[in-house]
């Protein structure tokens, strides 16, 4: 009874987004902060993963924040995904999730996409146990060599049309775990790039709804 009231009271939690994007006020989870560059002579030396040059590489930066003491700023301009293929139907995503070495952060950003406030569900997004059903491989973590044959073998077993999403900075260039090795492009191209460590709810949310085609930015 308690929860019956604490529900009307509240009403409906579900964000609305995508068809309304909450400010970075209202929901500080929604974007990535990119730092900004303000002395990169200064900053680049401390920086541990090497993300800094001209610009602050998504891929590379693991948002620890080092930089800020060298003079950059944090911004709320947002990058929420980088897209080279997006998938040729618009209606119930069937998305098969392999982590191949993760700290378990990524993991647990992409659980909440299950939970009542982010319910991708309503957007037509679903997880599937198996990679025969499944039209989007979304792949987390630090490409490791024990991983590399299940990752090849799934991404086999899908049937065509299917994408390769990697979310989080360990699966775009390796990260922290492997500076200048690389990410999962060295074994599989990859169609839809979603930054941040780890990518928020609403990035990785972003990013699928941009493999889907549903998204002009
Ligand atoms: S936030 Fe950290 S990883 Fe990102 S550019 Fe700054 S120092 Fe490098
Ligand atoms: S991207 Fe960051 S949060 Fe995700 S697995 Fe790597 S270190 Fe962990």
Do not use: Q
């Amino acid at each position: 009874m308690r929860w019956v009231l604490r529900g009307l009271k509240k009403g409906i939690l579900t964000t609305k987004y995508p068809k309304k994007r909450p400010s970075y006020d209202e929901v500080p989870e929604i974007g990535i902060p990119m730092p900004k560059v303000a002395d990169i002579e200064s900053a680049r030396k401390y920086c541990p993963t090497n993300a800094i040059s001209d610009t602050i590489d998504v891929s590379k930066c693991i948002f620890c924040g080092k930089c800020e003491e060298y003079g950059f700023k944090r911004s709320r301009n947002v990058e929420f995904a980088e897209v080279r293929k997006s998938l040729p139907f618009s209606r119930s995503i069937h998305i098969f999730v392999v982590d191949v070495g993760s700290c378990n952060a990524c993991n647990m950003e992409l659980e909440m996409l299950n939970n009542p406030f982010y319910d991708f569900h309503r957007l037509g997004f679903f997880f599937t146990p198996t990679p025969r059903h499944a039209d989007v491989l979304l792949v987390i973590g630090y490409p490791t060599d024990r991983m590399i044959d299940a990752l090849l073998e799934a991404y086999d077993a899908m049937p065509e049309p299917k994408i390769v999403v990697a979310a989080g900075t360990c699966a775009l260039s390796g990260g922290i775990f492997e500076e200048g090795k690389g990410g999962l492009e060295r074994y599989v191209e990859v169609d839809v790039k979603i930054p941040g460590c780890p990518p928020p709810p609403i990035a990785l949310l972003h990013g699928l709804l941009k493999a889907r085609g549903g998204l002009s930015k």
